[in-house]
């Protein structure tokens, strides 16, 4: 049975950073194949996704969603079955709980955009972030 578990969250100001990690269990033999993503869900508004991950012949592939490109960085551990997300220059909006999500169709990754990789059915409890001004 596939588990993920988000870690990392916390209340910090504008400007600060932050890294989340999501530790990954139960895909065989690893995430190598998979793809992986970061979604997060804002106060009374839906779940959006946010960044996503894969590793296809040995060449990633990463999607951000426009409003975090350029400040969020995902990165995958093969090895360590982990997935993070640095968070540099957060601002008021990046407030939300923070989920983890793999899908092992590796493919759902090989799109052109965020927007294009869709949902997921697997979720943990999410890990919190506060952003204040």
């Known amino acids: 049975q596939v588990q993920v578990a988000e870690s990392g969250g916390g209340s910090v100001q504008a400007g600060d950073s932050l890294t989340l990690t999501c530790s990954l269990s139960g895909l065989n033999p690893n995430i190598a194949h998979t793809c992986l993503a970061w979604f997060r869900q804002a106060p009374g508004k839906e779940r959006e996704g946010v960044a996503a991950?894969?590793?296809?012949?040995?060449?990633?592939?990463?999607h951000y969603s426009n409003s975090v490109k350029g400040r969020f960085t995902i990165s995958q551990d093969n090895d360590k079955n982990t997935l993070d997300l640095e968070m540099n220059r957060l601002k008021p909006e990046d407030t939300g709980v923070y989920y983890c999500?793999?899908?092992?169709?590796?493919?759902?990754?090989?799109?052109?955009?965020?927007?294009?990789?869709?949902?997921?059915?697997?979720w943990g409890r999410g890990t919190q972030v506060v952003v204040s001004p």
């Open positions: 999500t793999v899908d092992s169709r590796q493919r759902k990754c090989l799109v052109s955009t965020m927007e294009d990789v869709g949902d997921f059915t697997l």
């Open positions: 991950s894969a590793t296809v012949f040995g060449r990633p592939i990463k």
